[in-house]
């Protein structure tokens, strides 16, 4: 097993541009999540879902979307980036949280995006 | 809103015990603890829930005091494979939802 993938593993891109980052997982997860991870703030919650076409705003969500028509993979796009969405991405995917499971959240390897 | 860890820092020499603490603001459903390499993603280390008992495993141990909204990690006679920045991460309903504290640098020395 795979377990949590991202792609790609670094991107730079110029202010205004757009792009996808592409999570998949192959452990039958319900749940998965995008976090930013900046320094001395640890991470933060942008968006996540709850199954196959369903998302939510977490604690940071503006300036991106996100999609998951597959219950394997989450998207996050970024329509028009700005340099402060330099940051690093973690996708991370997990059961929910219940008396029968523990809702360990699994992370993939993150992404290095620079925004000049 | 974001739990707070303490301390922010904390350097070791191998062998000698810590505590990291946790400490939210609101009531919680669960407490999750992972560890992070540099430049590696974040890996579980244990979750503790509301009506749940203390967890350990080696030499890593949690305690969550639901009163308090508090939680404690114990890293005993601490190893070099030790280091890294610990997170704890609190989710406050039924679900998986959770805020990520800022995290406890933490370093052991030979």
């Known amino acids: 097993n795979a377990g949590v993938t991202q792609t790609p593993k670094f991107r730079v891109l110029k202010t205004g541009q757009s792009m996808t980052l592409l999570c998949a997982q192959d452990m039958n997860h319900e749940y998965m999540y995008w976090y930013r991870q900046d320094p001395g703030m640890g991470l933060r919650l942008i968006h996540y879902s709850v199954g196959e076409g369903t998302t939510a705003k977490g604690e940071v969500p503006d300036g991106y979307n996100v999609s998951r028509l597959k219950k394997q993979n989450f998207l996050l796009g970024l329509e028009s980036a700005a340099p402060s969405q330099t940051s690093v991405y973690f996708c991370?995917?997990?059961?929910?949280?219940?008396?029968?499971?523990?809702?360990?959240?699994?992370f993939g390897p993150g992404t290095r995006l620079t925004v000049l | 809103q974001q739990p707070v860890q303490s301390p922010q820092a904390v350097i070791l020499r191998e062998g000698e015990d810590a505590v990291i603490n946790c400490s939210s603001s609101k009531a919680l459903y669960s407490v999750h603890w992972y560890r992070q390499k540099h430049g590696e993603a974040p890996v579980f280390l244990m979750i503790l829930l509301k009506g749940g008992e203390q967890k350990g495993h080696e030499k890593i141990s949690a305690s969550f005091n639901e009163k308090k909204q508090q939680s404690s990690l114990y890293l005993t006679a601490s190893q070099l494979s030790y280091s890294g920045t610990y997170f704890c991460?609190?989710?406050?309903?039924?679900?998986?939802?959770?805020?990520f504290g800022a995290g406890t640098i933490l370093r052991v020395k030979s």
């Open positions: 991460g609190t989710g406050v309903e039924y679900g998986n939802k959770l805020v």
């Open positions: 991370a995917s997990s059961y929910p949280t219940t008396g029968i499971r523990d809702g360990t959240q699994y």
